[in-house]
Structures are given as C-alpha cells and as structure tokens.
C-alpha cells in the first residue's frame, strides 16, 4: 500500500505543481495580455519550431547509435530501432513517473534483445553518468558567461537558508545510507549488492571499452543538439531572436533544470523561462508564449516518437 501511494504522490505532486503555475501565471495576466501571448503563438514562424524539432530527433538518433558501444562492450548486440524505440520510450515515460524511463528502457532491452536487465541498466546508469558531467560543464559554462545576472535570478527565486538546511539533512541521510549500506547483513541488502554489482560492470564499460572516444563525441553532439534546438527556437518569436548566446545558454539551463525536477517541466518550463528572460528585458508576455512554445514542440517531439515506439517494436519484433 506504501508503495502505491508513493507512486501515485510521485506523478501527482509535480503534475499539482505544473497545473498551480499555469493558473497562477495566467491569472497574472489582463484579458488583453492575455490576447497578446495568444498573438505571439498564431504569428510565431513555425520554420524554426520544425527545425528544432528536427535536430531534436537527431539528438535522440546520436544517443541510440551511442547505447552500442556500452552494449558491445559487454558482449551483447541489439538492433539499432530497438535501441531507437527504447530511447523514446524513456523521454514518454519520464512524463509520467519522473526517473522510470531509465527502467523502462532497461526492460525494452531485456524483452526484445534478450540482454540482462541489471547489465542494460547499467550501460544506461553509465550513460547518465557522462550526461551529468556535460550538464554540470554546461552549467559552469553558463555561470562565467552570466554570472551577474545569473545570481541576481537565483537569489530572487531561491531561499539561502532553506538550502542549507535541506543540504545538512541530505548529508546526514546520506551518511546513515552509507554506513547502514557497508555494514548490514540483511537479506535483502546481500540481493542488492549482487544486482549492484551488475550495474557497476555497465557503469565502468565506459571508461574501459575500445570505442570511447566515439562514444564520447555522441555524448558531446547530444548536449550540443538539445542547445542548438534550444537556440532555434529564439527566432521563432521577434521578441527573442536577437538574444545572445550567453542568454540562451542561461534559458538552456534553467529549463533543463525545470524538466528535470518535474513531470516533463509542465508548467514549470514555461513559467522560468519567462522569468529568467525577464531579467533580460524580454517582456513577460513574450517570454511566456516563447517558454509554451518551446515546451510544446519539444514534449510533442517525444510523445509522438514514444507512441510510435511502443506500437511499431511489437510489430517488428518478437518478445525473448
């Protein structure tokens, strides 16, 4: 029962949030700005929505090529669409219950290649690892390029004294996780470090696999598309097609941060986007049809490709 409930509290306290930002924001708005933002989505130039849409798909192509190396590594293959389909199936499924996508690709491996669930979680766990530093290079990257403006946002919106205190508690949870982790004898502990070590044969392939240094490239050309499609979208509107390169790089940022901590970013993503764009003169109206429209092509993207994928791989293959 606990855990149904954790489940269900998981995809409804982020979708809760999304739905209160998206009241809130629009009830800050007259009936005539309200009429303008509507004005920006009838006149926006759709070449560049599409274009980023197109180099999107590119992204998640690069990552599926990539998935090979790790798998090969550890001697096992998989078709290219299967590893495709999987991929998108992990962006559908991260809509609903944040992080289970990542196990949701797993199984997609282990039900139509055959491959281990704890050795194809591991591969993408190892994935993630490298996605992470490229996210935390870009957030460095970012914070140099703007740092002044980028402080003065986070110390509107972000309470100090909250953080620190979260931070104390998380460490020492942490501490008692890692002691209570190296030190119990517990049954089930025992199971999980046997499927722990599984994973961690996936997370060290990286560093030891003959092919790292395409796999590395796939991995920068990842983050590379998902800031050039970011970067597209700018011109789409009037109001944000002469923004530098150093402001988009914060809206990257911010966004990424939003989709990150919430189901798909659903009210969030477009709410601090018009917000970090506001401090960049952008009007509010603006920066909030901008945040939609960015939003709204992108989750498209991925729920029509996660669609696809769940109906096309039942068709083209049969279950192990």
């Known amino acids: 029962m606990n855990k149904k409930l954790s489940k269900i509290l998981s995809i409804l306290l982020p979708l809760s949030v999304g739905v209160f930002l998206v009241i809130y924001t629009y009830n800050q708005f007259t ?3 309200f009429e303008e933002i509507k004005g920006y989505f009838k006149n926006a130039d759709y070449t560049y929505i599409y274009l980023s849409m197109l180099i999107g798909l590119s992204g998640h192509i690069a990552r599926a090529y990539r998935w090979k190396y790790t798998l090969n590594h550890i001697g096992y293959t998989s078709p290219f669409m299967v590893r495709f389909s999987a991929v998108c199936v992990t962006y559908l499924m991260n809509m609903t219950v944040p992080r289970s996508g990542e196990v949701s690709r ?5 039900r139509y290649s055959d491959v281990p669930f704890d050795k194809g979680l591991g591969t993408i766990i190892s994935e993630r690892v490298v996605d992470l530093f490229l996210l935390l290079f870009c957030v460095a990257g970012t914070v140099i390029l703007q740092f002044g403006t980028l402080k003065e946002y ?5 309470p100090y004294q909250n953080l620190i205190v979260y931070g104390i508690c ?3 949870l942490m501490g008692g996780a890692i002691l209570f982790y190296m030190y119990s004898k517990n049954k089930w502990l025992l199971k999980l470090k046997e499927k722990i070590s599984g994973l961690m044969e996936g997370v060290l392939s990286v560093a030891k696999m003959p092919n790292k240094w395409p796999f590395m490239f796939l991995s920068v050309y990842i983050w590379f598309s998902y800031v050039l499609m970011f ?3 700018i011109f789409a509107i009037p109001e944000t097609a002469q923004l530098s390169f150093g402001v988009v790089c914060v809206g990257f940022v911010i ?8 189901n798909g970013g ?3 993503y477009p709410a601090a986007l018009a917000g970090v764009l506001g401090l960049y003169a952008i009007p509010k109206e603006a920066g909030t049809a901008f945040g939609w429209l960015t939003w709204a092509s ?11 994928a769940f109906l096309v791989l039942p068709l083209l293959y049969k279950r192990k």
Do not use: H, N, R
Request: hydrophobic fraction near 55%.
């Open 31 to 33: 009936p005539a700005q």
């Open 106 to 110: 797993a199984l997609v491996l282990k």
């Open 154 to 158: 986070l110390t509107q919106t972000i």
């Open 170 to 172: 998380c460490v020492a």
């Open 231 to 233: 970067y597209i979208t």
């Open 255 to 262: 966004g990424s941060l939003a989709v990150t901590f919430s």
């Open 266 to 268: 659903f009210g969030v």
């Open 298 to 308: 992108q989750t498209g993207l991925i729920v029509c490709l996660g669609a696809l």
